[in-house]
């Protein structure tokens, strides 16, 4: 007999629904479109949003129900990223206006989630038409904002890519089903790319053919989207925003960056990822930024008897393998990630910071992440091979 089938629980009394899981889409927000894109104000002025923002304060008082308030986040996060940084580092505004924070802060109160633009908006809530690669689109977009399209359609693929996998944890027996669970995401004898999400693709291609469009270097608009340090640690804002009309005090947020993605911590916890202590205090920091049921699959997963030790001492051997198997997906999923944040964010920075910046549209000027001015960006880079390392350091010897 098999000993990873030798005892039998019932499965954990949870559904993927209950985390706002969709078993088609897993944590992207399902067919978040429902009418025409929503205009915003100013977005499109050549005077930026800061003057197009003459609107009078708005309620949220009407908005009614999940998916209302996770497009009127995904709007007024848009809205008050265009309103700070339309000058660029140079000139960050220092106060929201009421007439936009305090609509904001309302409906982030009532989803659980920060007040800033999240990955949880950019990607998950921002997608329609995922029936091929070259039909899906963002529903909100920026002036100018061509490469930062391609990272966001990449990663919207990616979250699709990776929902058999989300099924895996929760779904299984607790002893009985690992084999079973880890064969669905491993397949016998292969790797197992097909649930793991693959390697983030090189997003340099053209609209229109199977791969979104990014551009290489430099790319300003990739970095406003991927460096997290939008008002905390950032120089250029050392105290923070302040949310007119909500709090006394400014508040530092980090902005929208795939580790706020909910799979690839859902992937570590259920394979027993122990990451090291400065990287983990990083995606910790980064999981209050997740909608909080995506945040509770995680903390599901890590409730449940450890994965790593259960196939530990299963000295089953083809579980062994299968276990390695996924454990060597992830590592190289993160080795390739590296590869690409470092031609489209550290080169970028280091180009950018030779030339100056190119700054066509406001918010290309945004700005970089603080710890890579003046270290060539080896920062992010040790951060994402800690990472990585931590990821190989779970394999089991076989
Ligand atoms: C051009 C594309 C990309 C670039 C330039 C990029 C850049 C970065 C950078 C600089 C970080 C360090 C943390 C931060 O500053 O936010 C990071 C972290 C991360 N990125 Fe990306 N990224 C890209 C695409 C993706 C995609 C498609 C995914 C898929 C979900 C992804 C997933 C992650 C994750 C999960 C982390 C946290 C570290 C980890 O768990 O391995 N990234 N990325």
Known sequence: MDPADETEQPPPPCALDKFHISPEYGFLLPDPQVGPPPSLPGMGSPRGPRQGLTAPQLSAAQLHGHRDLRLAHLVLGFITAGYVWQDGEEGPAKVLPQNLAVPFWEVSRRLGLPPILLHADLVLANWRDLSTCANLDPI?????????????????????????????????????????????????????????????????????????????????????????????????????????????????????????????????????????????????????????????????????PPLRELVLSSGNEALHCAYNRCVTALAAFRTRHIAVATKYVVTATAAKRSRGSPGTSPLQAAPSRPEQRGTGGSPVLRFLKSVRDATREALLNV
């Open 140 to 304: 909100v977009w920026l002036p100018g904002g061509e490469s930062l399209r391609g990272f966001v359609l990449v990663t919207m693929l990616v979250e699709k890519a990776a929902v058999p996998g989300l099924q895996v944890p929760l779904g299984m027996p607790r002893v009985r089903g690992i084999g079973r669970g880890l064969s669905a995401w491993s397949g016998p004898g292969r790797c197992c790319t097909p649930a793991l999400p693959q390697a983030p693709p090189e997003p340099a291609c053209a609209r229109g053919t199977e791969q979104p469009v990014l551009d290489p270097l430099p790319c300003a608009a990739l970095q406003w989207a991927t460096l997290p340090s939008w008002w905390r640690d950032n120089p250029a804002m050392p105290a923070g925003l302040l949310y007119e009309g909500v709090w006394e005090l400014p508040q530092a947020y980090s902005g929208g960056s795939a580790a706020q993605s909910t799979v690839l911590h859902a992937f570590d916890a259920f394979l027993g990822v122990r990451h090291h202590e400065e990287s983990s205090a990083f995606l910790h920091r980064m999981r209050d930024y997740m909608p909080p049921r995506h945040r509770a699959f995680v903390e599901a997963i890590q409730a449940l």
